[in-house]
T-cell receptor, first 114, second 112 residues
Framework: AQSVTQLGSHVSVSEGALVLLRCNYSSSVPPYLFWYVQYPNQGLQLLLKYTSAATLVKGINGFEAEFKKSETSFHLTKPSAHMSDAAEYFCAVSPPGGANNLFFGTGTRLTVIP | DAGVIQSPRHEVTEMGQEVTLRCKPISGHDYLFWYRQTMMRGLELLIYFNNNVPIDDSGMPEDRFSAKMPNASFSTLKIQPSEPRDSAVYFC??????????FGSGTQLSVL
């Protein structure tokens, strides 16, 4: 079975500061991992995905995440926060080979302080 | 491509009424998913289809919920009768070969 845990339901950073959103996964097999972003009143948009290739994955809007098997983590980072990054971020896991069964974390709401 | 299209965007109804949510997946996608999002339970997968065939409906809360996919370009999620606890945002999503899942903008359902 797969699951993800997102540490911190709310994260606040100053504009220009480092963004770090934490995600730990549990999986009996090597998983696929995803980060999605949800802006208010919108659906989820894929930021990036890990599918067993390079462990450092670059996504849209300057975000990246590193798959660390030893730590069962897939934390999302961005060097410099922008006001437009304020949103809710979801980590998700699926079995390898497909996203038929995406299991989402509970989400982390990012606030960017001017 | 227009993306996954859901209708209506908002639905307000009274307890006991039938509610039908509609979804048009991205053209060519062979997987379609229905998710529900609430504050209490987060994002839950209700059911998904592959090539119009329901594959896993274990997330459907109870018999009041039903989903159909009569063709590759259309799906419905029906709640009959609706209850206040069904109030949530319902997302439809689609993917190709079960890879990246693309979400619609959701239907905000309020059952009074």
């Amino acid at each position: 079975a797969q699951s993800v845990t997102q540490l911190g339901s709310h994260v606040s950073v100053s504009e220009g500061a480092l963004v770090l959103l934490r995600c730990n996964y549990s999986s009996s097999v090597p998983p696929y991992l995803f980060w999605y972003v949800q802006y208010p009143n919108q659906g989820l948009q894929l930021l990036l995905k890990y599918t067993s290739a390079a462990t450092l994955v670059k996504g849209i809007n300057g975000f990246e995440a590193e798959f660390k098997k030893s730590e069962t983590s897939f934390h999302l980072t961005k060097p410099s926060a922008h006001m437009s990054d304020a949103a809710e971020y979801f980590c998700a896991v699926s079995p390898p080979g497909g996203a038929n069964n995406l299991f989402f974390g509970t989400g982390t709401r990012l606030t960017v302080i001017p | 491509d227009a993306g996954v299209i859901q209708s209506p965007r908002h639905e307000v109804t009274e307890m006991g009424q039938e509610v039908t949510l509609r979804c048009k997946p991205i053209s060519g996608h062979d997987y379609l998913f229905w998710y529900r999002q609430t504050m209490m339970r987060g994002l839950e997968l209700l059911i998904y289809f592959n090539n119009n065939v329901p594959i896993d409906d274990s997330g459907m809360p109870e018999d009041r919920f039903s989903a159909k996919m009569p063709n590759a370009s259309f799906s419905t999620l029906k709640i009959q009768p609706s209850e206040p606890r069904d109030s949530a945002v319902y997302f439809c999503a689609s993917s190709l070969w079960g890879q990246v899942v693309f979400f619609g903008s959701g239907t905000q359902l309020s059952v009074l």
